[in-house]
């Protein structure tokens, strides 16, 4: 079955450690986003990768890196410098970034605790 | 200044009856979706539309670009259909509503 994967769903860190999240897609799509949820808020995007090897920042990409060395995955290391990391964070995948025709498809989320 | 607002923020109906969900955004777009999240968080693509109406069994969405207003409508509702429904906006970029989380009571 295609679709997109994340690990773990829940995660416990201790403040002031970095943490990665692991976001897999075997539906062969270019486009690759993270996105923070948080309660009452609409989801806010943090990195966003057109392509292998090239990611752009998003609205809130402070505190936080990506990395996207194979085109199945798009892993977001939240870095002890995120003042409020604490949050559900999902990871979507589409075919094109900004196509008006495409849709995006979502993973399960991980929902951070920092402690 | 959010650029997708949606209404109501909290919905509770019956089971059985006829519900809208409204969103209005204020930016160009080429196409709105109508998403799904269920308490687990997972979130599911309902639609996806640029003009007029689609229809997938008892979920209908509609839009006019002109007015820059969307409608997602569930006829005959049931207890399945809690969960929280999120529009959102493809400009030049995503833009995310906040949800509008619907109970269905039995």
């Known amino acids: 079955d295609g679709g997109i994967t994340q690990s773990p769903k829940y995660l416990f860190r201790k403040e002031g450690q970095n943490v990665t999240l692991s976001c897999e897609q075997n539906?062969?799509?270019?486009?690759m986003y993270w996105y923070r949820q948080d309660p009452g808020q609409g989801l806010r995007l943090i990195y966003y990768s057109q392509i292998v090897n090239d990611f752009q920042k998003g609205d809130i990409a402070e505190g936080y890196s990506v990395s996207r060395e194979k085109k199945e995955s798009f892993p977001l290391t939240v870095t002890s410098a995120q003042k409020n990391p604490t949050a559900f964070y999902l990871c979507?995948?589409?075919?094109?970034?900004?196509?008006?025709?495409?849709?995006?498809?979502f993973g399960p989320g991980t929902r951070l605790t920092v402690l | 200044k959010n650029e997708v607002e949606q209404s109501p923020q909290n919905l509770t109906a019956q089971e059985g009856e006829f519900i809208t969900i409204n969103c209005s955004y204020s930016?160009?777009?080429?196409?709105l979706h109508w998403l799904q999240q269920h308490p687990g968080g997972g979130i599911v693509s309902l639609f996806m539309l640029s003009s007029g109406k689609k229809k997938h069994g008892r979920l209908i969405a509609t839009i006019n670009i002109q007015e820059k207003h969307s409608s997602l409508h569930i006829t005959a509702s049931h207890p399945r259909d809690s969960a929280v429904y999120i529009c959102?906006?493809?400009?030049?970029?995503?833009?995310f509503g906040t949800g509008t989380s619907l109970t269905v009571i039995p």
């Open positions: 930016v160009g777009i080429s196409a």
């Open positions: 539906l062969n799509h270019d486009a």
């Open positions: 959102a906006v493809i400009g030049n970029q995503f833009y």
């Open positions: 979507a995948s589409s075919r094109e970034v900004g196509q008006g025709s495409d849709t995006q498809y």
